[in-house]
């Protein structure tokens, strides 16, 4: 009976890693990732909360030149994104604010940074043949993504739902403690 029980809740947490991807069922609808801001509404209805943005993105590529046997190949070797809802200011000296008056040479924007350490993507692929890293360089893409957020709450007994737009699709559904 143990052993039942045990296979049972790995079945039951196997089944919900594995379906990562939230869906919310309004007015028969199910609906999920990839649609439109449009149909949520026209199927959900209006939402007890909106809030709207504007999200400027760096995405930063890391790519690699490597030799494989006689072979010279590039590829894209990591990746990680900064956004401007989480950026931290990096101004220390309160007197880089005032204005350069004339005759006075301006602060010089300190070099643009990468770190390792914030890669979240490692697209390092190793083949079966080894290859030797030539060079390594960042390719960076600057990025503006309007996105919305709506709070449902289908009253109680149903879950309160928070969807994510981004650029008038969702980008995730997550859900919270019951509604009132």
């Known amino acids: 009976m143990k052993t039942r029980m045990l296979f049972l809740a790995a079945t039951v947490l196997a089944t919900l890693s594995a379906n990562n991807d939230e869906q919310i069922r309004c007015d028969g609808k199910l609906l999920?990732?990839?649609?439109?801001?449009?149909?949520?509404?026209?199927?959900?209805?209006?939402?007890q909360d909106k809030v709207a943005f504007l999200d400027e993105r760096v995405i930063?590529?890391?790519?690699?030149n490597v030799l494989v046997g006689s072979f010279r190949e590039t590829r894209q070797t990591g990746t990680y994104?900064?956004?401007?809802?989480?950026?931290v200011s990096t101004e220390t000296n309160p007197r880089d604010k005032e204005p350069v008056l004339a005759g006075q040479q301006?602060?010089?924007?300190?070099?643009?940074?990468?770190?390792?350490?914030r890669i979240v993507t490692d697209t390092t692929v190793v083949s079966q043949s080894s290859y030797t890293l030539l060079s390594s360089y960042w390719e960076c893409q600057k990025q503006s993504v309007f996105?919305?957020?709506y709070t449902y709450n289908f009253g109680s007994g149903k879950f309160m739902t928070f969807v994510r737009f981004e650029n008038?699709?969702?980008?995730?559904?997550?859900?919270?403690?019951?509604?009132?």
């Open 60 to 64: 930063h590529r890391r790519f690699s």
């Open 106 to 117: 301006p602060q010089q924007v300190p070099a643009h940074q990468h770190d390792e350490r």
């Open 81 to 87: 994104v900064d956004t401007s809802r989480s950026a």
């Open 32 to 47: 999920g990732a990839g649609r439109s801001r449009l149909e949520v509404l026209r199927y959900c209805g209006e939402p």
């Open 147 to 149: 996105v919305d957020e």
């Open 168 to 180: 008038g699709r969702v980008k995730s559904i997550k859900f919270g403690e019951y509604g009132f």
